[in-house]
C-alpha cells in the first residue's frame, strides 16, 4: 500500500456524508451446526445444512449501518458472491437495515483472489467511500478477501479491527494484533476488517424484514464484471481433524523429561 | 443444562407442506406472506427466543418477582431489556392490524412465534399473551375512541393489557362475580371490587397496563347475563395520548406459586377507578368468550412450547448419560456404559413425547389457519364453517396440548432420573411451569364440558361436521392405498370409537346430563387422539411423496414416528371408548359422605 496514494486520493474523495458503504458478504454453514466432511472425502457436506450469514460479516453488516445512523455514510450496499441462494443470505442483510443488495452469481463458492477481483470491479462500480469485510469465514477461515481487495485496489487497509469511527474526513481503527492494540488513522477510501469485539450485530426488526423484500437486489455475473474467476487451488482431500489421543500418566520427573525428549522431541 | 432450539424445519413442513400455506396467501391482506418472507420471520423469530428468552428463562424462575411497598412490582433481572427488544423489533404486533401499526401476518405465523415464546420462556409469553389478548377484545368490541387511543400502543408493546375476572369467590362460576361499575356523567364508570390472580395486573416492563375488567352494573341481572366488559388503565390518558394521571387501581399482593414464576401473578384492588364501557352493557361474557376462545388456543400452545422444550432436553441427555447396557448386548464396548438412548423403555418415552408434540403441533397450526379464513376468505361459506371448526376444536387442544404438556414434562424429567428432580438441569421447571396451563383459561375439566355441552350439540351437531366430514372422505379415499395401510386402519378404527362415543353421548346426554359431563374429559381425550391420528396419517401422506429426496431422513422419521403414534399411542383410543360407555353410576351413586 502506498501512503502517498492514498492521500491523493483522499483529496479526490475524502470520507464525505454522502459516502457510500460497500459490505461484501458470505454464506457459511450455521455457525451452531457440526461440520461433517463429505463420505468422499471432496469437502464438506452442504445438503440439508442449515446455513448462515458468516458472523463476521453480520458483524460488518452492523458497523455500515451503526455509520450510516451516525449520519456518516448515506448507502450501504451488500454484495454476495457465489450460488443462488445466496440471495437469502442478502435478504437477511437488507432486514437488519441495507439499503440495497447485489448477487453475483456463479455455481460454487469463488476464491477468495476470485471474490476480491469481483468486489474491484464492483467497487468500481458503486464508488464506496469504505469496504467493510469480515476478517474472515468461518467456513474456509482463509482471511485472505479485504487484503487483497485493497491490494487490487491499492486502497488503504486496515485489517482485525475492533473499533471504528469517522473523525476529520478520515478513518480511526483499532487493531487486534498479537501484542495488543494498535491504534491507525486511515485515510479514505478505505478497506477494513472486522474481528469480534467491533460490536454485537443487531436483530433485524419484523418491519424490516418485511421491508427488506421489496429493497432492489441487482444480479450479475463475473462475465459481466469481466472478471475471471475460474479456481487456482485444487483441493486434494478436506478430512475431519484427528480426534485427540488419550494422555498419559507419567510417575515420575524423569519418565516425563524422558518422553519430551525422546518421544515429543521438544527438549 | 437443557438447551433448545427452535424446530424450524418442523415449523416449514407443518405450515407449507402439510397444509398448503398458498391458500393462506391468498386471502385478502395476507399477499406479502409468502413462503420466503414466512421463513426469513420464523427463522428471525427463533433466534431471539433462543438467544434472548431462552437464557433469561431459569433465571427468572429462580429469582420471580418482586413486590414493593406501595403496590409496585419489579420482574426478574433482565426481562425489561428483553422485553424492550423484543417489543421495539415489532414481534408484538406480528399479527395486529397494519392501521394500528402491526405487521398483519397470518394468525397461523404467530402461533408458530407463539410456540417458540412458550418453549423458550413461557413466564415471558404470559406478558404478551395477555397483551394480545386486550388488543383482540377492544378491536372486537371497543368504540372507534377506544381503539385509536389503545390499539397502537398494545400493538408497539409501549402499553400491555390484562384479563380481569377472577375473584376470591368466583372463579369458573363467572356468575358470582362482585365487582360493580357505576356510570359517570361523562359516560365512564367508576369500578370498584377485588380481583385476584391477575396475570401480569402490575409489572415494571410498560409505562401503563390496560386492565380489561369484568363488572356488574348497578341494574345488571343476576348470573352470567349480568356481567360488563370495562377497559380500565392504570394510568389514564392524556388528551395527547400519553400516560397522566394514576387510576384507582393497585395490585395489593403477589401470590407464591408453584411454576411461572417470572410472570406476576396479582391481587389487584379496585377502587372507584375509571372505565370504559367495551361492548354493550350486560354483553360483558360474549366479548370475553371471543377473547377467551383464542386466548384457549393460545394456552393449548403454551403446553406445547414446553413439550418440545422438554423433548429437546430428554434426547440431548439420553444421547450423553452413560448407564447400564443395552440388553441384547453391549453396543458402546469403549465406554463404561452405554447412552441411556440404547434402553427400549427410554426410546418408548422420547418418541411418544415426540410423537404428541409434533401431532400437537400440526393440530395447533390447523386450527390457526381456520382463524386466517373465519377472519378473511371472501365467501360467507368458507368464513362460517372456518368458525364452527375453531369453535369446535379449541377446547379440545386446550385441554388436549395442556394435559399432555404435563405429561410430556413429566416424561422429560423421568428421562433425567434424579438429575431430572434437582432444579440445576433446568427441566423440573418445565414440569412446574407446564402445569398452570392445566388451570387457567377454563380449567380443562370445564373445557371437557364446553365440548360436549355446547361444541357437540351446538345446532344439532353442525360443529361436529366440520370434523367428521373430512375425516371420514380422507379415510374413504385412502382406504385402498397400499402404503398408507398401516395408518389409515388404525384411524379408522378409532374414528370409528370416536363416531360411536359421540352417538351414545348425545343420546344419554339428553336424558341425564350427568352422563354426559361424566364422560367428557375421557371423550376430550379420545378426540384428541383421533384428531392427531388423522393428523399424522396426512402427515405419512406427504412424507411418502419424499422418496430419495433430499432430507430424506427428515421424511423418514416423520413415517416412523407416525408408526409409533397409530401403534403404541392411538390404541388408548380403545381404553377410553370403554370407559365412556361404562357410564356415570361408578361416581354418581358414589355416596357424598363416603368420600
Ligand atoms: C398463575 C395463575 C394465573 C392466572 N391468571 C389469571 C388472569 O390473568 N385473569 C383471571 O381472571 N384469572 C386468572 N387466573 C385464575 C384462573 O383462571 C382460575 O384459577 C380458574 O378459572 C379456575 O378457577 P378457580 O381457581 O377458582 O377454581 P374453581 O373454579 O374453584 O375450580 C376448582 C375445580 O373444580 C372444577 N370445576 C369448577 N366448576 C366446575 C363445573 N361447573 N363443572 C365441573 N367442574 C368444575 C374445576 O375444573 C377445577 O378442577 C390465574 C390463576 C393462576 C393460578
Ligand atoms: C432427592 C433425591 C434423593 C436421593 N437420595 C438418595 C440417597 O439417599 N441415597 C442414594 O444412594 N441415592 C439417592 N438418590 C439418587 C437416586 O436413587 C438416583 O437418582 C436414582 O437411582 C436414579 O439414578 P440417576 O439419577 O443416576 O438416573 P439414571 O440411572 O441415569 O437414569 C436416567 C433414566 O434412564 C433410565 N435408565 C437407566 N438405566 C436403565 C436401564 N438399564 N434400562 C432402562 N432404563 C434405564 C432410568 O429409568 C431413568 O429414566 C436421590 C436422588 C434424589 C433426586
Known sequence: MSFGQSIIFNEIQGVSHQMKILVPIKRVIDANIKVRVKSDQSGVELNNVKMAMNPFCEIAVEAALRLREAGEAEEVIVVCAGPANGKETLRTALAMGADRAIHIESEDSPEPLAVAKLLKAVVEREKPGLVILGKQAIDGDNNQTGQMLSALLNWSLGTFISRLSVEDGAFHVTREVDGGLENLKLSGPAVVTVDLRLNEPRYASLPNIMKAKKKPMEELTAAALDVDITPRLTVLKVEAPASRSAGVRVHDAAELVDKLKNEAKVI | ?595
Not at chain 2, 244 to 272: H, P, W, Y
Not at chain 2, 442 to 448: D, E, F, H, K, P
Request: charged content about 20%; proline content about 5%.
Open chain 2, 1 to 595: 443444562m437443557a438447551s433448545y432450539s427452535a424446530p424450524l424445519r418442523d415449523m416449514r413442513f407443518v405450515y407449507h407442506e402439510l397444509f398448503d400455506s398458498s391458500d393462506i396467501s391468498a386471502l385478502p391482506g395476507f399477499e406479502e406472506a409468502t413462503p420466503d418472507l414466512i421463513d426469513a420471520v420464523l427463522e428471525e423469530a427463533a433466534k431471539v427466543c433462543e438467544n434472548e428468552l431462552f437464557p433469561i428463562n431459569r433465571s427468572g424462575d429462580e429469582e420471580g418477582c418482586r413486590y414493593h411497598q406501595g403496590g409496585e412490582v419489579t420482574t426478574p433481572s433482565g426481562f425489561r431489556e428483553c422485553y424492550r427488544a423484543y417489543a421495539e423489533a415489532g414481534w408484538i404486533g406480528l399479527s395486529s392490524d397494519p392501521q394500528y401499526g402491526g405487521q398483519g401476518l397470518p394468525a397461523a405465523i404467530s402461533t408458530l412465534l407463539e410456540e417458540m415464546v412458550c418453549s423458550s420462556n413461557i413466564a415471558f409469553g404470559t406478558y404478551v399473551g395477555l397483551s394480545r389478548g386486550a388488543y383482540r377484545a377492544i378491536a372486537a368490541f371497543g368504540n372507534d375512541t377506544l381503539k385509536t387511543r389503545y390499539l397502537p400502543k398494545l400493538t408497539s408493546g409501549e402499553w400491555s393489557g390484562t384479563m380481569c375476572l377472577t375473584e376470591p369467590q368466583c372463579g369458573t362460576d363467572l356468575g358470582l362475580l362482585r365487582t360493580r361499575a357505576e356510570p359517570n356523567a361523562d359516560g365512564s364508570y367508576r369500578v370498584t371490587g377485588n380481583k385476584i390472580f391477575i396475570s401480569a395486573g402490575e409489572h415494571d416492563l410498560t409505562e401503563n397496563i390496560i386492565h380489561l375488567v369484568l363488572a356488574r352494573l348497578p341494574d345488571a341481572p343476576a348470573g352470567v347475563r349480568g356481567i360488563s366488559l370495562f377497559l380500565v388503565p392504570k394510568f389514564l390518558p392524556n388528551p395527547d395520548g400519553d400516560p397522566g394521571e394514576r387510576n384507582g387501581v393497585l395490585c395489593t399482593a403477589l401470590e407464591n406459586k408453584m411454576g411461572i414464576k417470572a410472570s406476576a401473578t396479582c391481587a389487584m384492588s379496585f377502587d372507584q377507578a375509571t372505565g370504559w364501557l367495551i361492548g354493550s352493557a350486560h354483553k360483558g361474557m360474549q366479548a370475553m368468550f371471543v377473547m377467551m376462545n383464542d386466548a384457549r388456543l393460545g394456552v393449548g400452545v403454551q403446553g406445547l412450547g414446553l413439550s418440545e422444550s422438554a423433548y429437546q432436553a430428554a434426547v440431548e441427555y439420553a444421547r450423553e448419560r452413560l448407564q447400564g447396557r443395552s440388553v441384547t448386548g453391549t453396543k458402546h464396548p469403549d465406554k463404561p456404559a452405554d447412552p441411556i438412548l440404547v434402553h427400549p423403555d427410554i426410546r418408548r418415552t422420547l418418541l411418544t413425547m415426540r410423537a404428541l408434540t409434533e401431532g400437537n403441533r400440526a393440530m395447533a397450526t390447523w386450527i390457526a389457519r381456520h382463524l386466517d379464513l373465519r377472519e378473511r376468505a371472501e365467501d360467507e361459506t368458507t368464513r362460517a364453517s372456518a368458525n364452527d371448526f375453531v369453535q369446535l376444536m379449541t377446547p379440545i387442544a386446550k385441554a388436549f396440548f395442556t394435559d399432555y404438556g404435563f405429561d410430556i414434562t413429566n416424561m422429560g424429567l423421568q428421562v433425567y432420573g434424579g438429575h431430572g428432580y434437582i432444579r440445576e438441569n433446568g427441566v423440573e421447571q418445565y414440569v412446574r411451569d407446564s402445569r398452570i396451563a392445566q388451570i387457567y383459561e377454563g380449567a380443562n375439566g370445564v373445557q371437557a364440558l364446553d365440548l360436549v355441552g355446547r361444541k357437540v350439540p351446538a345446532h344439532t351437531g353442525r360443529y361436529l361436521r366440520q370434523f367428521f366430514h373430512p375425516v371420514q372422505s380422507w379415510i374413504e379415499s385412502h382406504a385402498f392405498t397400499p402404503a398408507l395401510q398401516p395408518f389409515v386402519m388404525p384411524l379408522a378404527k378409532a374414528f370409528g370409537r370416536l363416531q360411536l362415543a359421540t352417538g351414545h353421548i348425545a343420546q344419554v346426554g339428553l336424558k341425564n346430563p350427568n352422563e354426559a359431563a361424566a364422560a367428557s374429559s375421557e371423550y376430550l381425550r379420545l378426540f384428541g387422539l383421533v384428531a392427531l391420528g388423522y393428523l399424522w396419517a396426512r402427515m405419512v401422506e406427504v412424507a411418502l411423496t419424499h422418496e430419495n429426496g433430499a432430507d430424506q431422513g427428515f421424511y423418514d422419521a416423520k413415517v416412523a414416528t407416525a408408526r409409533h403414534y397409530m401403534e403404541r399411542i392411538l390404541p388408548q383410543t380403545g381404553s377410553l371408548f370403554a370407559a365412556i360407555m361404562a357410564g356415570a353410576s361408578t361416581m354418581m351413586d358414589f355416596p357424598d359422605e363416603a368420600f
